[in-house]
């Protein structure tokens, strides 16, 4: 079974650079999320999806970051303008429901100079 | 205060040794506990779910004191594949079920 894929895998911008990563879940699992995981700390969660619908965006940062599921499957996630901060690994996960075990991709690297 | 928070470590043990990690938890909301494995560079991979019974896998168990919002993993016979990061994570219902991470300890285990 193939499992949540991510691209690109590494991204370098300049800070106010504009960016979008790709997500695309495990076949058939209707929840999606995207984390960000800064270096030494843990994922923290940006946005959940169910289907096309946002349930939880709580701890976006929605004056830069946006992300979208249109179609209920693939998502992106873009941040534009880049900081200095937003730096470290954006992953990307599904789940088969709502409270289903979450799997990981790979997650791509940012590296904002 | 973080929400679940954890010794980052590294703990470094020989080969052999038996090593325990723990973590506390804040929100007696919490409803299901984990923990998860990260490699260096990798994506976090599910280790095992922590009941209140205590479940054991292998050379792991995991450990739930839901009194004292604690939560506990025991390897036994350290082998050097069990090097990497060790994250606590517990999922807790808002509007939806949400896992909260741990910052993790990291595990070095020597020949």
């Known amino acids: 079974e193939a499992g949540v894929a991510q691209s690109p895998r590494y991204k370098i911008i300049e800070k106010r650079q504009s960016v979008a990563f790709w997500c695309n879940p495990i076949?058939?699992?209707?929840?999606l999320y995207w984390y960000q995981q800064i270096l030494g700390q843990g994922p923290k969660l940006l946005i959940q999806?169910?289907?096309?619908?946002?349930?939880?965006d709580s701890q976006l940062p929605k004056d830069r970051f946006s992300a979208e599921r249109l179609k209920g499957v693939d998502s992106t996630l873009k941040i534009q303008p880049a900081k200095l901060e937003d730096s470290a690994v954006y992953l990307c996960a599904s789940s088969l429901d709502l409270a289903g075990w979450q799997y990981f991709g790979p997650g791509t690297r940012l590296t904002v100079l | 205060r973080k929400e679940v928070e954890q010794d980052p470590g590294p703990f470094n043990v020989p080969e052999g040794a038996t090593v325990a990690f723990n973590c506390t938890y804040s929100?007696?909301?919490?409803?299901?506990f984990f923990w998860y494995r990260q490699d260096c560079r990798k994506e976090p991979k599910l280790l095992m779910s922590v009941y209140s019974s205590g479940n054991e896998d292998g050379r792991f168990t995991a450990q739930l004191n839901r009194a004292s919002q604690y939560i506990s993993l025991l390897i036994r016979d350290s082998k050097l594949s069990d090097s990497a990061t060790y994250l606590c994570v517990v999922n807790r219902m808002d509007s939806s079920y949400k896992l909260i991470f741990g910052s993790g300890t990291r595990l070095l285990v020597r020949p």
């Open positions: 999806f169910q289907n096309n619908g946002v349930v939880d």
């Open positions: 076949s058939g699992h209707a929840t």
């Open positions: 929100n007696s909301a919490s409803q299901s």
